[in-house]
């Protein structure tokens, strides 16, 4: 990836609202050239541009990160738990848990639901709930270094 794509990238960090134009006024492009570039971004899905919302403001009043132990592939685990359409966010880790998933539920029956589909799945051994009490920081502005 060129400088002036990571440069696009920290435009749209910054402010995923910005135009094209000034973007583009900005890295030195013309909007055209901002637009394919953008577009390239997009499909190769180097990033994704999108509306960063608040919870508790949309009526999900319970997230929670799922720490998860596995049996077998830990890969192949955390790829069917990352098919759950309720999880919005699952890595591979190295540590106590093999697999992280986060989940953003309506409630604590959803919750529930929500750990018992995961707890189904093959690989899975067992699951720890870690319950968000307070989001004091969320941000996706940490460039391209």
């Not at 920290?10 to 637009?35: F, T």
């Not at 919870?55 to 990160?65: E, K, N, S, T």
């Not at 529930?112 to 799945?121: C, D, G, K």
Request: aromatic residues 4%; contains cysteine.
């Amino acid at each position: 990836m060129d400088a002036t794509s990571k440069a696009i990238i920290e435009q749209l960090q910054a402010d995923g609202r910005r135009s094209y134009a000034a973007i583009g006024k900005a890295v030195g492009l013309s909007e055209a050239a901002v637009r394919q570039r953008v577009q390239k971004l997009i499909d190769s899905r180097t990033m994704q541009v999108v509306a960063v919302t608040d919870p508790l403001q949309l009526g999900f009043h319970r997230q929670a990160m799922l720490g998860i132990r596995t049996t077998g592939d830990m890969v192949a685990t955390a790829d069917r738990i990352a098919a759950l359409p309720e999880v919005d966010y699952c890595v591979v880790t190295a540590g106590s848990f093999d697999v992280l998933a986060e989940v953003v539920c309506a409630d604590d029956q959803e919750l529930l639901r929500i750990v018992n589909a995961v707890r189904e799945i093959e690989g899975v051994r067992e699951t720890e709930s870690l319950l968000y009490l307070s989001l004091r920081k969320q941000e996706y502005n940490w460039g391209t270094r």
